[in-house]
Antibody, heavy 122, light 106 residues
Framework: QLQLQESGPGLVKPSETLSLTCTVSGGSINSRSYYWGWIRQPPEKGLEWIGSIYYSGSTYYNPSLKSRVTISVDTSKKYFSLRVSSVTAADTAVYYC??????????????WGPGTLVTVSS | DIPLTQSPSTLSASVGDRVTITCRASQSFDNWLAWYQQKPGKAPKLLIHKASILETGVPSRFSGSGSGTEFTLTISSLQPDDFATYYCQQYKTYLTFGGGTKVEIK
C-alpha cells in the first residue's frame, strides 16, 4: 500500500529557505501513471496547490509562488522535495505531499501524506 | 489560473438531510473537477474526480454533477461521519482549490 511521509524542520526563520522531503514507500515515483505534488494549508484556512513534478523531472508551479518554489525528484525515485525561499509568516502552514492520478493535465490527488506543520518565526 | 468559488462557506444540517455544495468558476474547466473531504487534523480524502466519478470505497450517498462553470456535490442523506469540510479542485489549467465548505451539525 502506497504511503507518503513528509519530513523537515518544523521551524524556519523569516527570509530563510523552507526545505521538505516526501518519502514514498509501497510504490515507485518512477511511474508514467502519476504526478507528485505539494499542497499547503495555513492554520484555519483552505488548501493551496504549490506545485507538482513528473517522474521525468518536469515541473509545474502555482504562478503565485513560482518565483520562490523549487520541486525536485531524487534519481533513486524514492522521494521528492520542496524548497520555498525567502519565507515570511504567510508561509506558515501544514504542508502536504500527495500523489496525483490524471485523466487530464496534472490531475487530482488520490493519496496524501499526513502533513507536517511548518512555522515561520524568528 | 482558474479561481473557484464554493458556496455556502458553512452549512448547518442534521443527520438524514440532503446536502448540496456548489463550486463555480468564471471560466469553463469542462468536467475536470475533483471533490475532497477533510476532517480536522487530517489530510484531505478524494471523493470524486472528473466531476462525477466516485472513488472506490466512497459511499454511494455522495454524488457529483455539473460541467463547464458550475458543479455540485450532493450528500443524499447526511451521516454522522460526513460532518467535515469539503473542497473542490479544478485540474484543467494547473490546479486550484475552492475555499471550502464546512458542514456542521445543526
Amino acid at each position: 500500500q502506497l504511503q507518503l511521509q513528509e519530513s523537515g524542520p518544523g521551524l524556519v526563520k523569516p527570509s530563510e529557505t523552507l526545505s521538505l522531503t516526501c518519502t514514498v514507500s509501497g510504490g515507485s515515483i518512477n511511474s508514467r501513471s502519476y504526478y507528485w505534488g505539494w499542497i499547503r494549508q495555513p492554520p484555519e484556512k483552505g488548501l493551496e496547490w504549490i506545485g507538482s513534478i513528473y517522474y521525468s523531472g518536469s515541473t509545474y508551479y502555482n504562478p503565485s509562488l513560482k518565483s520562490r518554489v523549487t520541486i525536485s525528484v531524487d534519481t533513486s525515485k524514492k522521494y521528492f522535495s520542496l524548497r520555498v525561499s525567502s519565507v515570511t509568516a504567510a508561509d506558515t502552514a501544514v504542508y502536504y505531499c500527495a500523489r496525483a492520478s490524471y485523466d487530464y493535465s496534472i490531475g487530482y490527488f488520490d493519496n496524501w501524506g499526513p502533513g507536517t506543520l511548518v512555522t515561520v518565526s524568528s | 489560473d482558474i479561481p473557484l468559488t464554493q458556496s455556502p462557506s458553512t452549512l448547518s444540517a442534521s443527520v438524514g438531510d440532503r446536502v448540496t455544495i456548489t463550486c463555480r468558476a468564471s471560466q469553463s474547466f469542462d468536467n475536470w473537477l475533483a471533490w475532497y473531504q477533510q476532517k480536522p487534523g487530517k489530510a484531505p480524502k478524494l471523493l470524486i474526480h472528473k466531476a462525477s466519478i466516485l472513488e472506490t470505497g466512497v459511499p454511494s450517498r455522495f454524488s457529483g454533477s455539473g460541467s463547464g462553470t458550475e458543479f455540485t456535490l450532493t450528500i443524499s442523506s447526511l451521516q454522522p461521519d460526513d460532518f467535515a469540510t469539503y473542497y473542490c479542485q479544478q485540474y484543467k489549467t494547473y490546479l486550484t482549490f475552492g475555499g471550502g465548505t464546512k458542514v456542521e451539525i445543526k
